[in-house]
């Protein structure tokens, strides 16, 4: 949750957020002067996230700067069966040395010496189950069959926020292209609407296809994107917003961008 950090709007409702014990409708409420939408934003969700775990006394479960580099599921034996000195595992003599069948996790934590100087040092748990929770929020599409030779090609709403903000794009540069139909290109159309940035929109489907995320949002909730699916069919006129349905990109070279009709 480091990473949300932006006033989008979740997809979900608020209270789908919800964790055990702690209200999420009375946390908004004790916390936040929005209360328009039941829909939180991404920045509410972070902080009630943070809130949980502190008041919770939850902070000694987490280990921070801990990175996993092995999860393997192997037998844990009554005797030592781990030379905790260089954390090698020490063979079974025979199968009566086998024990307990559990998970085991190997990493790396980093840690400070002094504030400047860091080392690392190897850890080992077991258990008896592990969930790896990873996510796909900073997993990016690739553009298939595309000749890339920019510098400029961007997979989040806070690199474009970073760009904005250092002037690098500006309502009187050139357009910020949007590749896609998803939530997440309407998304960069949104940003893109409230900071007056001309946007050329491209996508492959047709606007009308009934596969399109937006016909499975009820338009009084989701009101935002229904509005930039408005605009993808021609039915919201806007200066800021070029759409192209059924183009597909083909090169991106430098600042230039060349796509086609399907």
């Known amino acids: ?18 964790l ?5 409708r009375e ?18 969700i972070a902080r009630y996230y943070m809130h949980y775990v502190k008041s919770k006394n939850l902070n000694r479960y987490f280990k921070n700067y801990h990175t996993v580099t092995s999860v393997q599921l192997i037998y844990i034996s009554n005797n030592q069966n781990v030379d905790y000195e260089n954390g090698e595992s020490i063979p079974f003599k025979d199968l009566s040395d ?8 190997r990493g790396k934590c ?49 690199q474009l926020e970073e760009l904005h903000e250092s002037g690098v794009v500006s309502k009187d540069g050139d357009p910020v292209v949007v590749v896609g139909a998803g939530l997440s290109a309407a ?8 900071a007056d940035l001309p946007v ?28 930039v699916h408005k605009m993808m069919k021609g039915e919201v006129l806007n200066d ?5 349905e059924r183009h597909t990109v083909k090169l991106l070279e430098n600042n230039s961008i060349a796509f086609q009709k399907e």
């Open 110 to 158: 980093t840690k400070s010496l002094n504030g400047e100087e860091f080392i690392e040092e190897d850890f080992v748990y077991h258990a008896n189950r592990v969930i790896l929770a990873t996510g796909a929020h900073d997993k990016s599409h690739e553009l298939e069959g595309v000749i890339h030779n920019s510098n400029l090609v961007l997979n989040s709403i806070p």
């Open 187 to 194: 998304d960069a159309v949104l940003y893109c609407e409230a």
């Open 240 to 244: 800021f917003y070029q759409g192209f």
């Open 98 to 105: 086998k024990g307990e069948l559990l998970w085991e996790i």
């Open 20 to 24: 055990p014990d702690m209200s999420f």
């Open 1 to 18: 949750w480091q990473t949300l950090t932006n006033e989008f709007k979740t997809v979900s409702l608020g209270n789908w957020m919800e």
């Open 27 to 44: 946390w908004r409420k004790n916390n936040c002067s929005d209360m328009s939408s039941s829909r939180a934003s991404t920045s509410e």
């Open 200 to 227: 050329v929109h491209i996508f492959r489907r047709q606007s009308e296809d009934r596969d399109l995320i937006f016909y499975k949002l009820p338009s009084t909730i989701y009101g935002e994107y229904h509005r």
